[in-house]
């Protein structure tokens, strides 16, 4: 045994078995050398070793030893040589401990039969019951809300006097109580935990139920198992017991508030106000932590009148402190009832609780939240009447007030929320970093975030550890085309040796490639796949950044080999991949190897998307394919998960207009409508220069007219831009200046290519004066310009300066001197920096001294 000799031990056993046969004096083997045996047979894995001797009576079968071999049987997960051994031992009427019970159980994992069984049999047989049987019961009636076994197991315990069975019996507590049979619990505990208190008479004040004898059980319970006591006897009616427990816990404030917020927590507010009710009776002192948790559980469970009640009451009492009315003003925001936080927040005032920052940022975050305009008016308000109260905005008001800052956000709203970082008491730590880089990006102010990158810079104090914060300044130095800060951040970041999320990576990544080196991003990802702390961070979205760069690029060959590596180093490809990769196609003119893509992406169980359909229609589109791009339409309207939506129709109906297929795009466009699609004014703009390549002008202005009634469309500057050209075509240079005084009225600046074709039909057609007309009206001399908050395309003077120099010099030469000097008086005064060729100035000094 001691050289782990298993087969000589067996024949040396064998020995002294047969000699113990044959002479009465012979010697036999101790019982602690054949448990020792089977244990070696069991470290061996060779059970069947000893049940051959075990069977045939040569080796007494003891309890031990069956413990020992079922162990190895469990270990084994064997459930049949458990069986075999089991039915040996019932055989050689082996006797089983709480040890055994506790092995079997195990074994039966989630079987409640067997389970049950074993319980009756343990409980018949008076032997011991183990914590891990208990634990192993208790977990299993918890999973499947059953009590059929925490029965068995009560009954166990009920029956016998074991020692150590208080443990069980408390647990049995919890379980009760939480199993929603809080009378079950009490019981229990009436049964088996009073009778231990040990106190003197049965009466009176010293009686088992006077807080004295309470007191004496606490050290029975733990803060768990007293909670959920507590809590079973509010659910089943006894107030009397749990006022008990609560007065003998007098100082434990933490525990009340324990049970009152998980009472909230799960929704059942009668309970959370039962806790507070019984502590109030039972005479404890009410701290103000304890009022604060009742009004939050109150809040929590959505009962506003029940909180509005506790806080009259609570005011009346003085105990009313910033908290309570912080907790109650938040409630009233999270309904938008901005009113009556208002109110709040000047009572709180007048009861001396000046508003903290906790109230502001609260009312500012519900403000920015608001959807409507007014209420976003009202951000700054706040923030004035909060530093005219003395609170100074801190670092979550700063956080609110920049995370609420969107791409058509004021100028003004921009630079007043920096201003206030700025000037900020606290420091600038890495969350708040994160957020001003973020809001930077995000408005689409690349001045105003090189210039905060290279503030940020100089200021040393700041530490960043973690790798989110990374990935914005990454982003944010790509987004101001600054690569070396984004290299600087990338190396700062890896000195430090913090790991690099995906996300990290993927700004980093983006921020090479969209700078033009998007061979540096590719070896990147290489070097990072040969990493092996990072190379679970590469995904198909990284692969992503570098396949739409070389799609741009035009390189072609180099997206092929990047798709290729993706696969081979087995990263899975997402349908953005895809997407990428058939974008790359539309725009090298290689849609024919779009079908090959599909079909991977089938056998990669991915279906395509909107998206997908989107850039194959505008690859074949762009190719002049139209029946391919009709044909994909066809097949996205037939899809049952997606529906053409403005920007496929777009796509098509430009195809169309390029194509010169008139009849096809009125087809399509009325299909549209009937799909329930609403056209924009890009559509519009589309069907003007559709109707306009079959000389259907009439019908090109019904069109607008009849959409603008329909979907309340305004023309923009592309709809009257296409409207002119399409007057153009036709020679109707009249309704082409009509159109074009009709967008001067509408304060809508019409695009240059359309005004400079208006301006040179006019003056081929020796209406010189009307074209200067318009030329001034463009540059903005005839009137002061006039912009408003609703002027969509009014973005200043469209028309460059060669262009008004050609219309200056050719004036001059068709004898209209007069009219080409002050023009370009009055050009020059309007644009002082402009240049003016020399040739053309002196053209018209010439044409002025011959005309005088």
């Not at 079997?104 to 319980?119: E, F, K, V």
């Not at 309470?214 to 006897?233: F, H, M, P, Q």
């Not at 404890?284 to 009962?303: F, G, K, P």
């Not at 500012?364 to 005219?388: N, P, S, T």
Request: glycine letters at 6%.
């Amino acid at each position: 045994l001691q050289t782990a000799s298993l087969n000589e031990a067996i024949r040396c056993y064998k020995e002294v078995a047969a000699r113990s046969l044959n002479t009465a004096s012979a010697s036999v083997a101790p019982a602690h050398i054949i448990v020792q045996l089977v244990e070696l047979a069991c470290r061996e894995h060779r059970v069947e070793a000893v049940l051959s001797e075990l069977e045939n009576g040569s080796m007494n079968f003891t309890t031990e030893m069956l413990n020992v071999m079922l162990s190895e049987g469990v270990r084994k997960k064997d459930s049949g040589l458990v069986e075999q051994i089991e039915r040996l031992a019932e055989r050689k009427g082996v006797a089983r401990n709480g040890r055994t019970y506790q092995i079997l159980i195990r074994q039966a994992g989630t079987d409640r039969n067997r389970i049950a069984d074993l319980l009756d049999q343990m409980t018949a047989q008076k032997a011991e019951c183990t914590q891990e049987v208990m634990q192993v019961v208790l977990s299993l009636c918890t999973q499947t809300r059953n009590t059929m076994l925490a029965e068995r197991l009560y009954k166990h315990f009920a029956g016998c006097e074991q020692p150590g069975r208080m443990p069980a019996l408390l647990a049995l507590i919890r379980f009760y109580s939480e199993a929603s049979d809080p009378s079950k619990a009490c019981q229990i505990y009436d049964k088996h935990v009073k009778p231990l208190s040990g106190t003197g008479s049965a009466g009176g004040a010293s009686g088992e139920n006077s807080p004295a004898s309470i007191a004496s059980k606490r050290g029975l319970l733990d803060a768990r198992t007293e909670r959920c006591l507590v809590n079973a006897a509010l659910k089943c009616g006894r107030e009397e017991l749990a006022s008990q427990l609560l007065e003998a816990m007098p100082a434990d404030t933490a525990k009340h508030i324990a049970m009152i917020r998980n009472s909230a927590s799960k929704g059942n507010l009668a309970e959370a106000t039962r806790i507070f009710d019984v502590l109030r009776d039972s005479g404890a002192d009410l701290t103000h932590s304890i009022w604060n948790s009742v009004l939050d559980a109150c809040v929590e469970c959505r009962d506003m009148k029940k909180a509005e009640s506790l806080m009259q009451e609570m005011q009346g009492n003085g105990v009313a402190d910033v908290v309570s009315y912080n907790t109650l003003i938040k409630a009233y925001l999270r309904q938008e009832n901005f009113g009556r936080a208002r109110t709040l927040m000047k009572s709180m005032t007048a009861a001396g609780c000046i508003p903290n920052h906790v109230t502001y940022n609260e009312l500012i975050h519900a403000l920015v939240q608001g959807e409507r305009d007014g209420r976003r008016a009202e951000v700054w308000e706040a923030v004035d009447e909060m530093q005219k109260a003395g609170v100074q905005p801190n670092r979550v008001t700063c956080s609110i007030l920049l995370k609420s800052l969107k791409a058509k956000s004021p100028h003004a709203d921009v630079q007043r929320t920096m201003d206030l970082t700025n000037a900020m008491d606290e420091p600038l730590d890495e969350v708040l970093l994160s957020s001003v880089v973020e809001a930077c990006v995000r408005v689409g102010k690349p001045t105003l975030l090189a210039h905060k990158l290279d503030e940020l810079q100089r200021k040393e104090s700041i530490s960043i550890t973690g790798a989110h914060t990374y990935g914005s300044l990454i982003k944010a130095y790509g987004y101001v085309k600054n690569v070396a800060g984004a290299w600087r951040c990338w190396k700062e970041m890896r000195s430090q040796h913090i790991k690099p999320t995906s996300i990290t990576i993927g700004c980093m990544v983006e921020a090479v490639v969209t700078n033009g080196d998007i061979d540096g991003g590719y070896e990147l990802v290489l070097s990072l796949l040969d990493d092996e702390k990072c190379r679970d961070q590469v995904n198909a979205v990284v692969f992503g950044s570098v396949l739409k760069g070389y799609g741009r690029a035009r390189h072609m060959e180099r997206v092929w080999a990047v798709f290729k590596e993706m696969l081979a180093r087995d990263i899975k490809p997402s349908v953005i991949t895809f997407n990428a990769v058939i974008d790359a196609c539309a725009r090298n003119g290689q849609t024919e190897r779009v079908p090959g893509l599909m079909e991977e992406m089938k056998k990669q169980g991915l279906e395509p998307n909107l998206i997908t359909y989107s850039t194959m229609i505008k690859g074949s589109c762009q190719q002049g394919d139209m029946q391919s791009a009709l044909a994909t339409l066809e097949t996205l309207r037939k899809t049952s998960h997606f529906k053409p939506d403005e920007i496929v129709y777009n796509t098509v109906l430009d195809g169309c207009a390029q194509a010169g297929l008139v009849a096809e795009g009125e087809r399509i466009f009325n299909e549209m409508q009937a799909e329930g699609v609403q056209p924009g004014s890009y559509t519009l703009a589309v069907l003007v220069r559709l109707l306009a390549q079959g000389r259907r002008v009439d019908r090109a202005f019904e069109l607008v007219e009849s959409m603008g009634r329909k979907y309340r469309l305004r023309p923009n500057s592309h709809v009257y831009a296409a409207l002119i050209q399409a007057c153009l075509q036709i020679k109707d240079i009249s309704r082409a200046v009509s159109v074009f005084e009709q967008a001067t009225r509408e304060r809508v600046q019409v695009e240059g290519k359309a005004c400079m074709g208006l301006i040179r039909s006019l003056i081929s057609a020796g209406n010189q004066t009307q074209a200067v007309s318009i030329l001034r009206a463009n540059m903005g001399l005839t009137r002061k310009p006039e912009r408003n908050a609703g002027d969509r395309n009014n973005n200043g003077p469209v028309l460059d300066d060669n262009f008004i120099g050609e219309v200056i010099a050719g004036l001059a030469a068709s004898g209209s001197s007069a009219l080409a000097a002050t023009l370009l008086r009055d050009f020059k005064a309007a644009r002082p920096r402009a240049r003016v060729d020399s040739a053309v100035e002196r053209k018209v000094a010439l044409a002025v001294a011959a005309q005088c």
